[in-house]
């Protein structure tokens, strides 16, 4: 694996992409592959990461990652098709 990235920075190096850009693209990839292998959930991802989700999710906004995309329209039932957890009291 070394070799590889080492072989990816020369050619990075090469074509004179700046540092600023490297690091923005490494970013992207890294934190993408991570939230695909979670299916979008911000919160495990970002445990993975050893980062606070806050700070994960403004990195996703600064890189402009879709995070929807990746949900696989995974969504939770609306609150009318939950089933009740339990009954509430009747006020007196």
Known sequence: ???QLEAL???MYKSNI????AVREFKKRFIL???QENKGNQCRAARQ???HRNTLSRTI???KIAVRQLRDGIKRPPR???P?????????
């Open 1 to 3: 694996m070394r070799d």
């Open 9 to 11: 920075i020369m050619q």
């Open 18 to 21: 700046l540092y600023s850009e």
């Open 33 to 35: 592959t991570v939230l």
């Open 49 to 51: 990461l050893g980062m």
């Open 61 to 63: 906004s600064e890189l």
């Open 80 to 82: 009318s098709g939950r």
């Open 84 to 92: 009740v957890a339990y009954e509430k009291k009747a006020a007196r």
